[in-house]
């Protein structure tokens, strides 16, 4: 009977052993749940009074890149006459008689479009406000009346074409230059815009305090040319550069002379793209897409 009871005893001992136990483990879980509760309600009301600022979206602005690019800004004290033609807008600086810059949009419609004959005279520009270029300049100095804006580029429009034969859209150039890698460079240009739909183009010569000059009205002979090009095709901001010196290249390829935007700013004193947000800015003019500038396979 002893035994028994022993026996009985030992297992009312386990059972509330086992009771105790499991009252705790409850305990326990039901702690946790409420730490948790808590712990939620506290987010909640930080999030309330301190709401978490999501992830700034750069967004394209609204306007077409044409009308951010048409005005470049100059970071120097260069003199500068503004002039609006048909097709495309000069910077012009009576100081040297030739561009700061020059600024086109040039579309696809444009490129396809050739009803409009070459012209072959050049004239000064009846915008500009003091002393221009005449072709006596030019006659026998050795360099070719370089066109800045394409006559070929302006085959869409008789306005257009006329006036890329003012002494403002011209620049004494290299003539195997001009008739060489820079003309490869303009009809690459009208590739992508054919490509693209639609593209801009900054281009000039790159203005230095002393350049040598060019007769009777004092003409500066840029020693570099630059090409500056954008593209907001599938909302994405794209640009490359081309920087030349003032001479003959012979079979240099496009890709050897291309460069970064920004890389042209701080050799001209321009900026480019002004209008776009700073972080567009930044990754447009700092880097080249090679996927997107797709070279011609004769470039």
């Known amino acids: 009977m002893a035994k028994k009871k022993k026996n009985k005893k030992t297992i009312y001992t386990k059972k509330k052993s086992l009771s105790n136990a499991l009252k705790s483990i409850k305990r326990f879980f039901i702690g946790i749940s409420i730490v948790v509760a ?47 033609h048909e097709g495309f ?25 050739r009803d409009v004959q070459r012209a072959t005279k050049f004239s000064p520009d009846p915008e500009v406000k003091g002393v221009s270029a005449t072709d006596n300049d030019y006659r026998r100095s050795g360099y070719d009346r370089g066109h800045l804006v394409p006559a070929a580029d302006m085959r869409w429009s008789e306005k257009g074409m006329r006036a890329s034969f003012y002494f403002s859209n011209i620049c004494p150039q290299n003539r195997e230059l001009n008739a060489g890698l820079w003309n490869n460079i303009e009809r690459q240009c009208r590739t992508w815009a054919t490509n693209y739909g ?22 500066g002979i840029p020693n570099k040319f630059y090409k500056v090009v954008g ?36 050799v001209t004193g321009i900026r480019f793209f002004t209008s776009f947000p700073i972080e567009v800015q930044q990754e447009m003019k700092s880097a080249i897409d090679w996927k997107y500038w797709k070279f011609s396979k004769s470039n």
């Open 231 to 266: 593209s907001t095709s599938n909302g994405e901001a794209k640009s490359i550069g081309f920087l030349v010196e003032n001479r003959n290249y012979e079979n240099r390829l496009l890709k050897d002379v291309a460069v970064t935007v920004d890389s042209i700013e701080r």
């Open 198 to 219: 639609e593209i801009v183009i900054i281009t000039g010569p790159v203005i230095e305090d002393n350049m040598n000059r060019l007769g009777e009205n004092k003409v």
């Open 38 to 84: 808590c712990l939620s309600g506290l987010l909640f009301l930080f999030n309330g009074y301190f709401p978490v600022e999501e992830a700034k979206r750069i967004e394209l602005p609204q306007e077409t890149l044409s009308d951010q690019a048409k005005l470049p800004q100059l970071k120097n004290n260069r003199k500068e006459q503004l002039i609006n």
């Open 89 to 113: 807008t000069v910077s012009y600086n009576a100081d040297f008689r030739i561009a700061n810059w020059v600024a086109y949009e040039l579309t696809a419609n444009e490129v396809r479009n």
